[in-house]
């Protein structure tokens, strides 16, 4: 007799790598930007989580996979930043077959039977090539995931799934912004950061690009709601001091960048999107 479909699973995850590799038994798929999402189907009722088992408000994903042909499903994805659509990857639950032991292809291919419909996109193999990672530089990815394809799904961090990340990311803390200058809305750059050892604010620079004019007004009304008279930052080299505004630190944000310099500063950062699932007290600079 199989077993009721739990509450919950923890989400399987990639181990990092620096190396760059290909081979029949592994298969390749883009590292898609956002929130890890599991979703549980029950009958009518579908609840979303977070990898760490925060529920997420996402009416119009819930919606779509209410109308699946399937009476319980739990699903494993990534949900963009703006949450439009969730990039479903892993199928793990379908009615009373409970998927996990099974290999990665069985599992895809179970997947690969579900009618998938916008906002929910079947996050495919990508097609035979000398280097996977270098497609990801030229489009711009974040990174690509390899995974053996004999791979149950584990519980934990596993090494039968690689992460080659071409950009680096970060959770950051936001401390304050800069008023926006020519025809640009909303503000200018965040001024971002990250939590220390001792629990100090270290500000970790300027953020200025990945918005849109919607995003801009959208933070901006955020951020004018958590307004304060002085700077968050403890240890703050290099902060900006003209046209700034500073603000309560609670807005975390995920910001891709190339590296750290040598004064511990963001080289070439970008908004990824803001995080809702993640506390500004966590932050830390990540290794």
Do not use: C
Not at 266 to 287: C, F, N, Q, S
């Amino acid at each position: 007799m199989t077993a009721p479909l739990p509450d919950w699973l923890v989400p399987m995850a990639a181990t990092l790598t620096q190396e760059r590799f290909t081979g029949p038994e592994w298969t390749f798929e883009r590292k898609y930007d956002g929130i890890r999402l599991i979703a549980f189907k029950r009958g009518a009722e579908v609840q979303l989580f977070s990898r760490n088992h925060l529920p997420q408000h996402v009416p119009h994903v819930a919606a779509a996979i209410a109308k699946l042909p399937a009476h319980q499903l739990v699903l494993d994805g990534e949900l963009d930043w703006d949450q439009r659509e969730y990039h479903v990857f892993d199928l793990l639950w379908r009615d009373d077959m409970d998927l996990r032991a099974r290999p990665l292809d069985v599992r895809r291919a179970e997947l690969a039977r579900l009618p998938l419909s916008p906002p929910l996109e079947r996050v495919t193999e990508l097609p035979p090539e000398a280097e996977p990672w270098e497609r990801a530089r030229r489009e711009r990815w974040e990174g690509v995931i390899a995974k053996r394809r004999d791979s149950v799904y584990e519980h934990r961090r596993s090494k039968a799934w690689l992460k080659m990340k071409i950009e680096a990311s970060q959770e950051l803390v936001v401390g304050g912004f800069t008023d926006p200058e020519g025809k640009r809305v909303g503000l200018g750059a965040l001024l971002v950061g990250y939590h220390d050892p001792e629990g100090r604010l270290v500000f970790a620079g300027k953020v200025g690009t990945g918005f849109d004019d919607a995003l801009l007004r959208s933070l901006r009304s955020r951020l004018d709601a958590l307004a304060r008279p002085t700077s968050p930052f403890q240890i703050a080299t290099g902060l900006p001091r003209l046209r700034v505004h500073w603000v309560e630190p609670e807005l975390v944000v995920q910001v891709g960048f190339m590296e750290w310099t040598g004064n511990n500063k963001l080289r070439h950062p970008r908004l990824i999107g803001v995080r809702e699932d993640k506390a500004a007290r966590e932050v830390v600079r990540e290794t």
